[in-house]
């Protein structure tokens, strides 16, 4: 089990640029989460996906930010016309369904400049 | 909405001391995990622990549902214990999201 995978590990992009970023899940979760973690916000919610449908994405924000999970096996997180403000640590995280715990990936660390 | 508070919010200890760390919760949580964090690390859960008390290693944690709240006990710290802790919780159930504490932030001195 290599766990939740998340590429890359590391992007940079230029101010106003898209971002896509992926995330496999544990085989078998069928619930998935994307976070994002800064110094400043800490740990904040973005969106959850439960067999593949979209359940919760409260904590988007709406304009520029848009999550798909189009198999069972993977989910994208993407960034449109990417700003500055948008540099963070973005968590992809997996559970079984029901009352169960999380597993996270090691995130990918996005820097705009 | 639900808050999770955690305290301390910082801590230093000598190597081999023992720590206590906190989690209040204003309503009852259908799921409750403590993760660990390196600087620069992936999250990893400690913990799955809603209700009542869990051990591995030195660690051990103890939930009471009813009085909403959940502690971590970390024995004889090591240096490599630094790092910071996070208590997440869920109310609702069913997979929704996790809510968050700020952390505790430890640190143990050799």
């Known amino acids: 089990n290599a766990g939740v995978i998340q590429t890359p590990r590391h992007k940079v992009t230029g101010k106003g640029q898209e971002a896509t970023l992926w995330c496999e899940p544990i085989?078998?979760?069928?619930?998935v989460f994307w976070y994002r973690q800064t110094i400043v916000q800490g740990l904040e919610f973005l969106t959850y996906?439960?067999?593949?449908?979209?359940?919760?994405d409260s904590g988007m924000p709406k304009e520029r930010f848009s999550a798909q999970m189009p198999n069972q096996s993977h989910s994208t997180l993407k960034i449109q016309s990417t700003q500055p403000q948008d540099s963070a640590v973005y968590l992809c995280?997996?559970?079984?369904?029901?009352?169960?715990?999380?597993?996270f990936g090691k995130g990918t660390r996005l820097t705009v400049v | 909405g639900q808050q999770v508070q955690q305290s301390p919010a910082s801590l230093v200890l000598q190597e081999g001391e023992n720590a206590e760390l906190q989690c209040n919760f204003s309503?009852?949580?259908?799921?409750l995990q403590w993760f660990y964090q390196h600087p620069g690390g992936r999250l990893v859960s400690l913990f799955y622990?809603?209700?009542?008390?869990k051990h591995t290693g030195r660690l051990t944690s103890t939930t009471v549902t009813n009085e909403r709240r959940s502690s971590l006990h970390i024995s004889s710290s090591q240096t490599t214990d630094s790092g910071t802790y996070f208590c997440?919780?869920?109310?609702?159930?069913?997979?929704?999201?996790?809510?968050w504490g700020l952390g505790t932030s430890l640190v143990v001195n050799p």
């Open positions: 997440a919780i869920d109310n609702v159930g069913d997979n929704s999201k996790l809510i």
């Open positions: 309503s009852t949580a259908t799921r």
């Open positions: 622990n809603p209700s009542g008390t």
């Open positions: 085989s078998g979760h069928s619930a």
């Open positions: 996906f439960r067999n593949q449908a979209p359940i919760d």
């Open positions: 995280a997996s559970s079984p369904l029901g009352q169960a715990e999380v597993f």
